[in-house]
């Protein structure tokens, strides 16, 4: 198995935080996440990369999906970005880290996915599947992401937000 794609996915995986990677929630009543590339204010259009569709299901679990196709990258033609009128957008936000690490996780493999034979690429989704609980420093609390610290101090004290 290669150990360049277990570099290339370590450092996507620390540097999750820096990633411009929003979520929308679009007049149509659907969720999508992508990473927010450029904005045009002249015809009010975000272009975005990798967009993937939110599914939640009944028991609160979400599912990732992919949202629209793009053409693949290749020799001198750069990906094109898909654009997003802002007049279909309700809600926007940048998502939390978990969810930025879950969306790198997704598109990550969907890339993977086909250049290796059955049993390595089954490998490689179990070696991803356990990288949280082998990146996990026991000495930090699992509230590091701050939104979740800010919801956590609201369930404690709801009276003083």
């Not at 290669?2 to 820096?18: N, Q, R, T």
């Not at 049993?119 to 949280?132: A, M, N, R, T």
Request: glycine letters at 2%; aromatic letters at 12%; charged letters at 30%.
């Amino acid at each position: 198995m290669s150990v360049e794609w277990k570099a290339i996915f370590d450092a996507l995986m620390d540097g999750a935080e820096d990633i411009n990677i929003h979520s929308y929630r679009l007049s149509d009543g659907s969720y999508i996440m992508a990473e927010e590339m450029d904005y045009d204010a002249h015809f009010d259009v975000l272009f975005l990369d990798l967009p993937v569709s939110i599914k939640q299901n009944r028991k609160g679990s979400i599912s990732l999906e992919k949202w629209m196709f793009q053409s693949e990258f290749e020799e001198d033609i750069p990906t094109q970005p898909i654009e997003l009128q802002c007049n279909k957008i309700i809600a926007k936000t940048e998502a939390p880290v978990s969810l930025k690490r879950d969306y790198i996780k997704y598109n990550f493999l969907d890339k993977l996915h086909g250049t290796f034979d059955e049993d390595e690429f089954q490998s490689i989704l179990d070696e991803i599947h356990s990288y949280d609980l082998d990146k996990k420093d026991p000495t930090i609390d699992s509230t590091i992401d701050s939104l979740m610290d800010l919801y956590q101090r609201r369930l404690k004290y709801p009276d003083k937000n």
